[in-house]
């Protein structure tokens, strides 16, 4: 890990889950593996490598049954995709790394996590994977360090709201793809195959 001598932050966990789910045509929160919710699946692996972590909702999220029962930090910034999330979060409290992971990563596993947090810098920016389809920093399965608030907060002033495009833009310690396991799902179609190959899996 880069950045040793050095007193990191602590890392919470931030599990995103405020997305509009257009696509999906449902509240993928609720979407199911196995019996499921694939909300619950993710926060037990996000709770399993933090210290302490939350659920990133939208006010309107914050009586649903499911989110209800889990620690929340509501959105106070509207209609700005994933960085919503993540901005409130740094503001609910400064000092404090997040590891912000995306709740529609069936494939993920805890290793996955493991190995993010065994490469952290938290001299750096960010650290992300870089993704399998295209290469580019992989912003809802990353660890986003203090630094990155200013930067993050800046381009929302300046109407720009990628978090993708903020790690480019970041010093953003960059790690080899985790291959299928950040693969995500976002249409009913999507879901039908993911839900069909879990099935013949051992």
């Known amino acids: 890990m880069s950045g040793q001598g050095t007193t990191a932050p602590s890392v919470y966990g931030l599990l995103l889950s405020g997305g509009g789910s257009q696509r999906m045509q449902r509240d993928k929160a609720h979407v199911e593996y ?4 694939q909300l619950l699946r993710a926060w037990r692996l996000l709770e399993a490598v933090t210290e302490r972590a939350f659920v990133s909702a939208r006010e309107d999220q914050c009586d649903d049954p499911l989110r ?4 929340l930090i509501a959105d106070s910034y509207d209609s700005i995709g994933p960085a ?3 901005l409130s979060a740094q503001d ?4 404090v790394a997040w590891l912000v992971l995306a709740c529609d990563l069936p494939l993920l596993e805890l290793g ?8 952290r810098d938290p001299v750096a920016d960010a650290t992300a994977f870089i993704s399998r389809h295209d290469g580019l920093p992989e912003p809802l399965c990353a660890i986003w360090e203090p630094a990155s608030h200013v ?9 720009l709201y990628c978090p993708r495009k903020a790690l480019i833009r ?8 985790p291959g299928e396991a950040l693969d995500n799902i976002n249409t009913p179609a999507d879901l039908e195959a993911m839900q069909s190959a879990l099935e013949v899996r051992p």
């Open 34 to 37: 196995g019996g499921e919710p």
């Open 68 to 71: 209800a029962g889990l620690p």
């Open 84 to 86: 919503a999330g993540i």
């Open 92 to 95: 609910a409290f400064p000092g």
């Open 112 to 119: 996955t996590l493991q190995t993010l947090l065994a490469e």
């Open 151 to 159: 930067l993050l907060l800046q381009r929302y002033k300046d109407g």
């Open 170 to 177: 970041s010093n953003t310690r960059l790690l080899t793809s």
